[in-house]
């Protein structure tokens, strides 16, 4: 195993795993609505009527997924996986309103 490539490929990875959570809670709010969904990675369709919803949609589940302490719980991980070896201090977290998401004319165009 190269450790270096490990390394290098954790934090996309990483990111990459917010992109699927997103459009798994996307497609979830979609059959919840009732408006069709077909996506594939962080591109996300729908009917052109219903496009309006799933915008909605896509704002209210990035609120609700990036409203988690995701840093902080992979932090407590990494403390478990390391084996006593502290990981880097997280960096200090700004005082962006998540909610202003809704807002947002481009998050989802």
């Known amino acids: ?3 270096n490539k ?3 490929g954790f934090p996309p990875n990483f ?3 917010f ?3 997103q459009m798994m809670m996307t ?3 979609c059959q919840r609505r009732g408006i069709q969904f077909a996506g594939v990675h962080d591109s ?3 009917h052109a009527c219903d496009a ?3 915008a909605e949609i896509i704002r209210e589940a990035f609120i609700e997924l990036h409203g988690q302490p995701l840093l902080e719980d992979l932090m407590k991980d990494l403390r478990v996986h390391l084996g006593g070896i502290e990981p880097p201090p997280l960096p200090k977290q700004g005082d962006l309103d998540l909610c202003r998401v809704r807002e947002s004319k481009y998050i989802f165009n």
């Open 27 to 29: 497609a979830e709010g």
């Open 6 to 8: 490990q390394r290098m």
């Open 1 to 3: 195993m190269d450790k």
């Open 52 to 54: 309006p919803v799933l």
């Open 44 to 46: 996300f369709w729908t």
């Open 19 to 21: 992109d699927a959570t």
């Open 15 to 17: 990111i990459h795993s």
